[in-house]
């Protein structure tokens, strides 16, 4: 009954299974063959390999649910495997960089091209980020049709990206938003809806959102955000009550600890916490998935609300927790293991504001379906 490897003596959080402690994971042509807590059965003497966690952390893999890595179609896209498995991370989402005109050479030249998993939110604009970064200005780049086809073809379509912001919209107002929102409706799949500078307003944007929805750069320091001073905006409140989920999408200019701060004190918190990682802030502010998470144990989430924020929370939002985000015998094994160094870290959100945290997690192995990869 021999099988191929064992990691072993590690700290496994897997939030879904509500599982915090020491476990030994055996895995076996690419899934999951055991999990136990350490030491139950002697296991070992089958394995092929072992891999030692201790002293690591031992995460169902890694998932960034807003990145760009649409590289050399993009401006900004970035390579998936660089941010994806070198760093942890085995399912990344690419947010809108490929629409329906550009995403039959998404699938080529990205999702057949890595080993990390790629999934997507399609742009509802056809030409996605590949003609410039204005391309809800113009309606008539709105083709409901193709991206009905692009999602009946392509199932790694989880939902659809809309970016509501004043230089992506010109004059276009809040039609897009409508328009992806009635086709969202008919294909039953979740928004994901970029909010930054108005106008429109935020609450005009809120007030069109269902369950499921998320809103992404929930957190951003800019004017219009979901914070009117201290108190958080009505529509917001509103909104969250519906279900509609907030994302942090850190990104370049997208993330403001303040507004976390703000937010966290009036009891509003992110559900999942995802990078917007792309060419122009991989080298910082963002740097990786596991940098960000740590930010957030800096502004004092616990281990287990951060792993879950990028675990079982996306995979409940991709409506995949039946397969990803969670360890269970059986499954592919997609597993990140971690380290977490204790000292003084100073991180930087988008607004330049310097603040220190105590914990950094940095990514150590990525086991991408069964195979091993040591991270950069
Ligand atoms: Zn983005």
């Known amino acids: 009954m021999a099988f191929d490897f064992f990691i072993k003596n590690g700290i496994f959080i897997d939030p879904i299974s509500k599982v915090h402690g020491k476990y030994d994971i055996a895995v076996d042509s690419g899934r999951v063959f055991s999990i136990h807590p350490s030491k139950e059965f002697g296991l070992e003497k089958y394995a092929k390999n072992s891999i030692d966690a201790s002293g690591y952390l031992v995460t169902p893999g890694l998932i960034d649910l807003h990145t760009h890595v649409f590289p050399n179609d993009t401006e900004i896209g970035i390579d998936a495997d660089l941010v994806g498995v070198q760093q942890g991370v085995t399912t990344l989402v690419d947010a ?53 086809e692009m999602i009946s073809q392509f199932p790694i379509i989880r939902g659809i990206k809309v970016r509501m912001s004043s230089s992506v919209l010109g004059a ?13 409706r008919k294909v039953g799949l979740p928004l994901m809806v970029h909010v930054g500078n108005g106008p429109p307003e935020l609450g005009y944007i809120l007030d069109l959102l269902d369950e499921g929805d998320v809103v992404t750069h929930a957190f951003h320091g800019k004017k219009g955000g979901i914070l009117d001073g201290d108190e958080i905006l009505p529509q917001a409140h509103q909104a969250l009550k519906r279900g509609v989920l907030f994302d942090i999408g850190h990104g370049t200019a997208s993330f403001s600890m303040q507004t976390l701060q703000k937010a966290k004190k009036v009891g509003i918190k992110p559900c999942s916490i995802s990078t917007d990682i792309y060419l122009e802030n991989y080298s910082g502010p963002v740097y990786s998935l596991t940098t960000t998470l740590s930010k957030f144990l800096a502004l004092g989430f616990s281990l287990d609300e951060v792993i879950a924020a990028a675990t079982m929370a996306p995979a409940a939002i991709l409506r995949m927790d039946h397969e990803i985000g969670t360890l269970q015998v059986g499954r592919i094994a997609d597993i990140s293991v971690l380290t977490i160094e204790d000292g003084v870290f100073e991180f930087t959100d988008s607004e330049n504001e310097v603040f220190k945290g105590h914990q950094l997690l940095r990514a150590k192995f990525t086991i991408k379906s069964g195979r091993v990869l040591k991270c950069r």
């Open 96 to 148: 809108g960089s490929a629409g329906a005109a550009t995403f039959p050479k998404f699938i080529t030249n990205v999702v057949e091209k890595n080993i990390t998993q790629v999934l997507a939110w399609i742009n509802i604009a056809s030409a996605g980020l590949c003609s410039g970064r204005a391309e809800l200005s113009d309606l008539t780049q709105i083709d409901t049709q193709s991206v009905i």
């Open 172 to 184: 276009s107002g809040l039609r897009p938003l409508e328009i992806a929102k009635d086709l969202s």
